[in-house]
């Protein structure tokens, strides 16, 4: 086994709520975003570790060194969403780089701070920012077709088997078809915490809800089509 050493002692401390984003992609390398520290790729065949950080002129493959997701889409391009600098779009094979603003550029408060990148299943491109707004563009990240507003940002978003949207909040909960449920502290069937920083669904279609500081929640749907939780990895359950 390997250990890397990815964010040094004297950058440690800009670790807040985000961590590390990752994703194996299809040349089998794999790509680490760091949270002050730029951008990490592993080459498995090679055994080795490349490290890209940004420039002030602009030169770099990406805009920020404080990054907050990355994925590969279906052509081998690496997307990573950073803090007030957009979307860089990486280009393995030429080495290229594209930078995708959702909002002026020259904006500071968040606009441009990309929490999650996602591919609908009609190949939109779907992008949360921490702003709170949450923009479908068309695949080829050439036109907004619809721009959602928010009261906190989204960091998870998911289509169920039934075709129901799920967005996950920091600090709002999470939503099921624009329905939302939050924790409340006197029903211990409510969320456990109202940051979802993950949703997954599992091979026999039960939906997972991971949060910050609430453990891990399993959703469960009434007979009135509403929902209740059962929590996990807490000290509750």
Do not use: C
């Amino acid at each position: 086994s390997r250990v890397f050493t990815l964010i040094p002692e004297d950058k440690i401390g800009y670790v807040d709520y985000e961590r590390y984003s990752m994703v194996h992609d299809s040349r089998n390398i794999i790509w680490i975003s760091t949270y002050g520290n730029g951008l990490f790729a592993y080459h498995t065949v090679s055994d080795t570790m490349y490290h890209f950080t940004s420039s002030v002129d602009g030169s770099s493959l990406i805009g920020a060194d404080f990054l907050h997701s990355v994925f590969e889409d279906r052509s081998g391009a690496i997307w990573v969403g950073t803090d007030h600098a957009g979307i860089s779009v990486l280009t393995v094979m030429n080495e290229d780089v594209r930078r995708i603003y959702p909002e002026d550029k020259q904006l500071m408060d968040r606009s441009n701070t990309i929490r999650m990148i996602r591919k609908a299943e009609n190949g939109n491109i779907l992008v949360a920012t921490r702003k709170g707004q949450l923009y479908e563009y068309n695949g080829q990240m050439t036109k907004v077709i619809q721009k959602q507003s928010y009261p906190s940002s989204i960091y998870e978003m998911i289509k169920d088997a039934k075709g129901r949207i799920w967005l996950g909040s920091r600090g709002n909960g999470l939503s099921i078809d624009n329905v939302w449920y939050r924790n409340n502290a006197n029903d211990q069937s409510s969320l456990s915490n109202n940051n979802i920083f993950h949703i997954h669904t599992d091979s026999k279609g039960r939906i997972w809800i991971a949060t910050f500081g609430g453990g891990l929640d399993l959703a469960v749907e009434n007979e009135d089509g509403s929902f209740s939780f059962r929590h996990f990895l807490n000290n509750n359950y």
